[in-house]
């Protein structure tokens, strides 16, 4: 089993930072991609940002230049920095972990979601 424990969410107003993390434990044998994903009530889940383990990133259009995907492998840890957030940056953010529990099987993992609010 793999646990994920999220961090960092809160209130901030438009144009401020936070940094979220994210640190994955349990049967890993090795990760193959680490994410960050958000979710507003009534909406699908949507893609925010992706890294791999070469360190290549993915971001979703409406933040790229404005969020920062980051891992650090030694401590199976995955960070979002988020800056000039703007309202529409509201939502729950889910961290999300592909892999591999031995050789062959692998799957995704959710971390419990942390609520970031963007409001004056």
């Known amino acids: 089993q793999v646990q994920l424990v999220e961090s960092g969410g809160g209130l901030v107003r438009p144009g401020g930072s936070l940094t979220l993390s994210c640190t994955a434990s349990g049967s890993i044998f090795r990760i193959i991609a680490m994410g960050w994903y958000r979710q507003v009530p009534g909406k699908q889940r949507e893609l925010v940002a992706t890294?791999?383990?070469?360190?290549?990133?993915n971001y979703a259009d409406s933040v790229k230049g404005r969020f920062t995907i980051s891992r650090d492998n030694a401590k199976n840890t995955v960070y979002l920095q988020m800056n000039s957030l703007k309202p529409e940056d509201t939502a729950v953010y889910y961290c999300?972990?592909?892999?591999?529990?031995?050789?062959?099987?692998?799957?995704?993992?959710w971390g419990q979601g942390t609520q970031v609010t963007v409001s004056s």
């Open positions: 890294i791999n383990s070469g360190q290549a990133t």
């Open positions: 999300n972990v592909r892999a591999y529990t031995d050789v062959v099987a692998w799957n995704d993992y």
